[in-house]
């Protein structure tokens, strides 16, 4: 098989860029390994920033957003000093989220997609990119039968995630790649059951961090601070929703509303970068180019933006024969990236106490009672809060 653009994955990134590429008359094929039911039901994402559904917005990509989504503007602290809220949506840039669960999205990208009359190959592993210093790279896979088979492109595109073939397919010697692991891991909980408060809860906690994310009416994503190599299945539901009424304070601020834990998966608090995004004719975004730890919700938001990038630069080169925004694409997307990876970071810092084997722990817990104190007397920190949290 044959296309001008061939794009690993079918997730945020993959999506959005096959549905501008279709748009521009750009000929691609879309290989992913799942099938279609498991792409368009993977529970993840949902906080969508403001400048996310300005692209999607400009692409007539958010008709579903807009239809089901819901505007989400405050959030909520607590820990050992009390509780505060803060209307994000009214600080900074007065920019909104809009709640809107990351499955939701995917759905209707591809529906769109395909309604466009794209091509996507569901059941289709990549193994690898190779050729990726020519001009006709191609891709090896094994499709739905384990059949192999080589795929041949102009541009091959990774947006296969951080275990993809776009990245293992790079020669270390052309990139250089930042790994961070922040030391701490979080049980990522989806509840049915409908939100407790009407704001993201943050609660700060002498065991751990909680946090409280409404993504429906009806469900509701909790994260809970666990030790590093804890198994997910070794929290009953019993213990989940004990431990995190305990850290909420639920007993001084309200009870939770309980229901059937549906998805418990424990992430490591990691951040990953690549640097650069392109090797000759393949190109990375989203979470395969770089990898934020959810404490900031970004990843969405960032693979979002840099499919739209470049879904511009692939367009110029291959309709107008300029290569200028293709060169510049890596440049544009780390500026983003890091500036991403700075707020992440620093919410890490925000919102977990030290660890047990800390030598300084009570120094480094009296530093994060004070970032938290600024953030709760400090307008101009608010408002710089508030940019960062939106904006991306
Ligand atoms: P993905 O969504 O991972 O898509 C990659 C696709 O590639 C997948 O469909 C996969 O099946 C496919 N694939 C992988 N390998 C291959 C291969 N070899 N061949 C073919 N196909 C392949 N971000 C936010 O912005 N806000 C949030 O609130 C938020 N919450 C999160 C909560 C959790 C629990 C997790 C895990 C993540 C969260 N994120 C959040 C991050 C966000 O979900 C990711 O950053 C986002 O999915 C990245 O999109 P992507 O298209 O780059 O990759």
Same mark, same amino acid.
């Given at each position: 098989?044959?296309?001008?653009?061939?794009?690993?994955?079918? &997730?945020?990134?993959?999506? +959005?860029?096959?549905?501008?590429?279709?748009?521009?008359?750009?000929?691609?094929?879309?290989?992913?390994?799942?099938?279609?039911?498991?792409?368009?039901?993977?529970?993840? /994402?949902?906080?969508?920033?403001?400048?996310?559904?300005?692209?999607?917005?400009?692409?007539?990509?958010?008709?579903?957003?807009?239809? @089901?989504?819901?505007?989400?503007? +405050?959030?909520?602290?607590?820990?050992?000093?009390?509780?505060?809220?803060?209307?994000?949506?009214?600080?900074?840039?007065?920019?909104?989220?809009?709640?809107?669960?990351?499955?939701?999205?995917?759905? $209707?990208?591809?529906?769109? *997609?395909?309604?466009? &009359?794209?091509?996507?190959?569901?059941?289709?592993?990549?193994?690898?990119?190779?050729?990726?210093?020519?001009?006709?790279?191609?891709?090896?896979?094994?499709?739905?039968?384990?059949?192999?088979?080589? !795929?041949?492109?102009? *541009?091959?595109?990774?947006?296969?995630?951080? @275990?993809?073939?776009?990245?293992?397919?790079?020669?270390?010697?052309?990139?250089?790649?930042?790994?961070?692991?922040?030391?701490?891991?979080?049980?990522?909980?989806?509840?049915?059951?409908?939100?407790?408060? $009407? =704001?993201?809860?943050?609660?700060?906690?002498?065991?751990?961090?909680?946090?409280?994310? /409404?993504?429906?009416?009806?469900?509701?994503?909790?994260?809970?601070?666990?030790?590093?190599?804890?198994?997910?299945?070794?929290?009953?539901?019993?213990?989940? !929703?004990?431990?995190?009424?305990?850290?909420?304070?639920?007993?001084? *601020?309200?009870?939770?509303?309980?229901?059937?834990?549906?998805?418990?998966?424990?992430? $490591?608090?990691?951040?990953?970068?690549?640097?650069?995004?392109?090797?000759?004719?393949?190109?990375?975004? &989203?979470?395969?180019?770089?990898?934020?730890?959810?404490?900031?919700?970004?990843? =969405?938001?960032?693979?979002?933006?840099?499919?739209?990038?470049?879904?511009?630069?692939? +367009?110029? $080169?291959?309709?107008?024969?300029?290569?200028?925004?293709?060169?510049? *694409?890596? =440049?544009?997307?780390?500026?983003?990236? !890091?500036?991403?990876?700075?707020?992440?970071?620093?919410?890490?810092?925000?919102?977990?106490?030290?660890? &047990?084997?800390?030598?300084?722990?009570?120094?480094?817990?009296?530093?994060?009672?004070?970032?938290?104190?600024?953030?709760?007397?400090?307008?101009?920190?608010?408002?710089?809060? /508030?940019?960062?949290?939106?904006?991306?």
């Amino acid at each position: 098989d044959t296309a001008e653009v061939i794009v690993l994955g079918a &997730g945020p990134a993959g999506l +959005v860029l096959g549905n501008l590429l279709l748009a521009s008359g750009v000929d691609c094929l879309v290989v992913e390994r799942a099938d279609r039911e498991q792409v368009q039901t993977r529970a993840r /994402a949902g906080f969508l920033a403001a400048n996310t559904v300005r692209i999607l917005d400009r692409h007539g990509l958010a008709d579903g957003l807009h239809r @089901h989504g819901r505007e989400h503007t +405050v959030c909520e602290f607590r820990t050992e000093d009390g509780r505060f809220r803060l209307d994000y949506g009214a600080l900074g840039l007065g920019e909104r989220h809009t709640v809107y669960p990351q499955q939701e999205l995917v759905r $209707d990208l591809l529906t769109r *997609y395909l309604d466009a &009359g794209g091509r996507i190959s569901f059941g289709t592993e990549a193994v690898a990119v190779v050729g990726a210093e020519t001009l006709r790279p191609t891709v090896t896979v094994h499709d739905t039968d384990g059949r192999p088979a080589r !795929w041949q492109a102009r *541009y091959v595109a990774g947006c296969d995630g951080r @275990h993809g073939a776009a990245r293992r397919s790079l020669p270390t010697c052309a990139v250089r790649r930042h790994h961070r692991d922040h030391g701490v891991s979080w049980l990522g909980l989806l509840a049915e059951a409908p939100p407790s408060l $009407d =704001a993201v809860g943050y609660a700060v906690h002498g065991r751990g961090f909680a946090g409280h994310m /409404a993504r429906t009416p009806e469900v509701t994503r909790y994260y809970l601070q666990c030790e590093r190599g804890e198994a997910a299945d070794a929290w009953s539901e019993q213990r989940i !929703w004990d431990e995190l009424a305990l850290r909420m304070r639920s007993s001084e *601020y309200g009870e939770l509303h309980r229901g059937p834990i549906v998805q418990r998966t424990v992430v $490591d608090l990691e951040s990953d970068v690549l640097e650069p995004l392109r090797y000759g004719s393949l190109l990375l975004a &989203g979470d395969a180019a770089s990898l934020l730890s959810p404490s900031a919700a970004k990843g =969405a938001n960032l693979a979002v933006l840099e499919a739209e990038l470049l879904a511009e630069a692939l +367009v110029d $080169d291959l309709r107008r024969g300029d290569g200028t925004a293709l060169d510049h *694409y890596s =440049a544009r997307c780390l500026a983003h990236i !890091w500036r991403a990876q700075a707020f992440s970071h620093w919410m890490i810092r925000l919102l977990h106490g030290p660890s &047990g084997s800390d030598p300084d722990s009570l120094f480094h817990n009296s530093l994060r009672r004070s970032r938290v104190e600024s953030l709760r007397v400090s307008r101009s920190q608010q408002d710089w809060f /508030a940019e960062q949290y939106v904006g991306v």
